[in-house]
């Protein structure tokens, strides 16, 4: 065993859905390598409370209107953007945005949902890209992938039986990055 490694107890809370934290496990196992300083797209949340734990690193939290403000005059080594992406109206001023904010030689993990079909698209979703688009997206951006994975979203099979559009959802992935500037 890992000694820096923390035990399943230390680093979940049980009061957390299962899929939660089956998210979060394969997130942090997909997380390789941390440069600091680190920042986190989004407000504090119980993913980025378990990096910081697991990693053994302050993470700063940025939440502001990521459609329409750039980022503030601050270079980051490592950035973590987790579901982020379908939430904005234009994103690739938001990747051009987390480029202009990276070190040269800096990393960013950036996950978002496959395209679904329409009727299990979630409604607070301005866009759920399809593959092809968000490759373009990084490219258009300056951002080259150096290793992407995929990331069960389900949680324990007994949550998915209410429904068909449960059932279906328990089949789903959310596509993970790790981008470097090109």
């Known amino acids: 065993?890992?000694?820096?490694?923390?035990?399943?107890?230390e680093l979940f809370s049980k009061k957390l859905a299962s899929n939660v934290l089956n998210r979060a496990k394969q997130t942090i196992d997909f997380i390789d390598e941390i440069k600091r300083p680190v920042c986190d797209c989004g407000e504090n949340n119980p993913l980025k409370q378990m990096i910081e734990k697991e990693?053994?690193?302050?993470?700063?939290?940025?939440?502001?209107?990521?459609d329409r403000v750039n980022f503030p005059a601050y270079k980051w080594n490592t950035i973590l953007c987790f579901e982020v992406l379908e939430h904005l109206y234009n994103p690739l001023f938001f990747l051009e945005n987390l480029k202009n904010s990276l070190h040269k030689r800096g990393i960013i993990y950036l996950s978002t949902p496959y395209q679904f079909p329409q009727f299990l698209k979630a409604r607070h979703h301005y866009h759920e890209i399809p593959t092809d688009r968000l490759m373009w997206l990084f490219d258009e951006a300056g951002?080259?992938?150096?290793?992407?994975?995929?990331?069960t979203i389900a949680g324990n099979w007994y949550n998915h039986i209410r429904g068909f559009r449960p059932f279906l959802r328990y089949f789903q992935k959310t596509r993970i990055y790790k981008l470097e500037i090109k």
Request: aromatic fraction near 6%; charged fraction near 40%.
């Open 143 to 151: 951002l080259r992938i150096i290793k992407k994975d995929k990331i």
């Open 55 to 66: 990693k053994r690193t302050k993470i700063v939290s940025l939440s502001f209107d990521f």
């Open 1 to 9: 065993m890992n000694p820096t490694k923390l035990t399943k107890e």
